[in-house]
């Protein structure tokens, strides 16, 4: 008997310990959850705080446009969450929205500010449809539509006969060797471009074509060696030959039509 009463004791004993474990383990789990639902409401607090809110927006590089000119952008992310803030979508809405802009990167500094770096296109050349003139960039993409006083302003070279429509902002302008125009008149001295009022893209193949004020045409051809061609014109001019066309498509052998 007293046999079996220690078998017992010891039964109980370890029924005890297993039970007593059990409930630490509980008690763990349940003070595990209560730090966890803590955490994540101190977090989420935190979160939704004035702390993270977009307080200050910077832009640089811009030359173009003015800070005012992006205070639509400034008052749809003033106040948001810098988290919620999501860099492709304001770099693509600043791109899609501002023509003159090549590319757009954000920066997050936290806990709040944003500093988006544009990079603005430059003007290259102007071309026409009708009376209507519009200025491209190097990668003959249209940035702005110009009236009288602006052609002025840029001094590019216009170039003729190019399109049969009037194009959007934005459109890139795919013609061949118009591009080439805006790179030979930007190779010219000052007293070479002050000759020239406009290009004119020629035939099947556009072939390059200069027009002075008084105009007399000068002959380019394609876009290769430009410098060469633009040296032998210079020497043809300082003879003070009187001419209605010089062709120096090949410019080993010139020609004068006066």
Known sequence: MARKSKENEKILRRRRKIGLRKFWQVLKAIFALLFLAG????????????YFKVKEIIFEGNSHYSYESFNDISKKYLGKNIFEVKK?????????????????????????KLIIRVYERKPFIIINYSKSFYLLDEEGVIIEKLDGE??????????KNVLNYNPDLGDKIAKKNLLSCGYIYKSMDFETKQLFKEAILEGSLGEIAFITSESKKVIFGNSEDIVQKITVLKEILK???????????NYNNPVIVN
């Open 39 to 50: 955490a994540i409401y101190g977090l989420n607090y935190f979160y939704n705080s004035d």
């Open 88 to 112: 492709k979508s304001l770099e693509d809405s600043l791109i899609i929205n501002f023509y003159w802009l090549k590319s757009v990167d954000l920066k997050k500094v936290f806990p709040d």
């Open 150 to 159: 602006d052609m002025d302003n840029y001094n590019k070279i216009i170039v």
């Open 239 to 249: 003879d003070g030959i009187n001419y209605i066309i010089i062709d120096i498509s």
